[in-house]
């Protein structure tokens, strides 16, 4: 999986599924999100097995791909890019 997006574009999505994601889960999985990237479009998903929420943003997307990565830490991450 390749993309391009500004900060800005993936702070929007990442923030408005973050609050299902807890920082103590008795699943360790649980505190990821789901990435999907295809067709120029970055899907963000995340669950607590009672609520799931799915929040898409336009990218550029050279290579597409699905993987989970911890939900805070990339928040963080990208919360520390300069702006642009």
Not at 3 to 9: G, K, P, W
Not at 25 to 52: C, F, H, K, W, Y
């Amino acid at each position: 999986m390749k993309l391009t997006a500004a900060r800005d574009i993936l702070l929007k999505p990442l923030q408005a599924v973050i609050g299902v994601v807890e920082r103590r889960q008795t699943m360790p999985i649980l505190s990821n999100v789901l990435l999907v990237a295809r067709d120029g479009e970055l899907g963000v998903t995340a669950t607590d097995l009672e609520v799931e929420l799915v929040a898409r943003a336009e990218v550029a997307v050279e290579a597409g791909g699905e993987v989970t990565v911890s939900g805070r830490k990339l928040l963080d991450i990208c919360r520390a890019l300069p702006e642009g």
